[in-house]
């Protein structure tokens, strides 16, 4: 999050669109009063702020930024990355566009983060070869998104990479990122990157929804079609959601997982998983197997506002020994 204090967001106004002290201060005072004083001086600040154009951002946003400070919603982003893995290039179609997407992976101090990129020229940097694992980028005006609940860096058109820059490099590759231990009792909304280490009490049975196999967010049937709102018509990939109860001694929680997660739950592959989808009856022995194991769960804190209770929502899972699991507690590897 970005605090920008009051008075600097009033001369960043006063230097672009060269009002008065008391014009934006009126203006801000009606916002207030508008909003019945729900929102602080400083956020009414920032609304006007954006009515008269002003980009409160731009200067922060188009300085070289590392890893763990990107946040979704910032564009221009200058990033500079280590390639640790390339995910290939895949096609896409929506409507009467056709295109291509490639996936990467890149890392610096601080952390990694999931690249995806766009422009046909970026692409043929792959294709060609000439981008390759362990190189490294420098990009210029890339943009942040989310994806189920994870930040994404894009570059499209309007972005540019540099593969291996003169004068640039990076020391290390953060293969650790730090999180923090709680009992469930203590858990608040919105919390994020958070280990929780308790016993499977519950385990209801996995449900699946159809994924776009380019972005992985759910797709749209229309007809025989699936229809993904990035890219159009797509080849669907089912992805599994598995629902447990967690309880540490202090209290319980509703875990939700997805994918990758899932897997290292029932320690079972993504088609022996899928194999529950047309035989239900075959995950009682799994459930069953599941009861009574400990297990560290990271992840974030959400609202369940139909229910009126906090749920978990799976990042990582470690399935170690419980012993193992006291010395590893505060660090989680990537």
């Known amino acids: 999050m970005f605090n920008i204090p009051y008075e600097e967001i009033v001369n960043k106004i006063k230097e672009e669109k060269k009002l008065s002290d008391d014009e934006i201060n009126r203006r801000v005072k009606e916002k207030l009063e508008l909003l019945s004083d729900m929102i602080s001086r400083e956020g009414a600040a920032h609304i006007v702020a954006n009515e008269l154009g002003v980009n409160l951002f731009k200067d922060i946003e188009q300085r070289k930024i590392k890893i763990d400070k990107l946040n979704t919603g ?28 490639a996936n990467l992976l890149i890392g610096d101090e601080t952390g990694v983060i999931r690249t995806v990129l766009w422009d046909v020229n970026h692409i043929k940097e792959i294709e060609n070869n000439n981008l390759k694992e362990n190189d490294i980028l420098k990009i210029k005006n890339g943009y942040i998104r989310e994806n189920n609940g994870f930040k994404e860096l894009h570059i499209g058109s309007q972005g540019n990479i540099f593969i291996n820059p003169e004068n640039e490099s990076i020391s290390e590759i953060k293969e650790q990122s730090d999180f923090i231990k709680k009992e469930i ?9 958070i280990g929780v280490l308790g016993v499977i009490v519950q385990v209801f049975e996995p449900r699946f929804y159809e994924a776009c196999e380019l972005c992985g967010k759910k797709v749209q049937l229309d007809g025989n079609n699936h229809v993904c709102g990035e890219h159009g018509i797509v080849k669907g990939k089912p992805v599994p959601i598995l629902n447990l109860v967690l309880d540490d001694s202090t209290s319980n929680i509703r875990v939700v997982a997805f994918r990758d997660q899932v897997e290292q739950i029932l320690r079972l592959s993504g088609d022996s998983i899928l194999d529950f989808r047309d035989h239900p009856e075959k995950f009682e022995t799994t459930k069953m197997d599941l009861l009574g194991e400990q297990i560290m769960i990271v992840g974030r804190v959400t609202k369940n506002d139909m229910f009126d209770r906090l749920d978990f929502t799976a990042q990582k899972v470690l399935n170690v020994d419980p012993g193992e699991l006291l010395n590893t507690v505060g660090k989680l590897e990537v």
């Open 74 to 101: 910032m564009r221009y982003v200058n990033v500079l990355g280590k390639v640790i893995k390339i995910y290939g290039v895949r096609e896409y179609k929506k409507e009467n566009r056709e295109g291509k997407v």
């Open 185 to 193: 009792k203590d858990l608040k909304v919105g919390e994020n990157n």
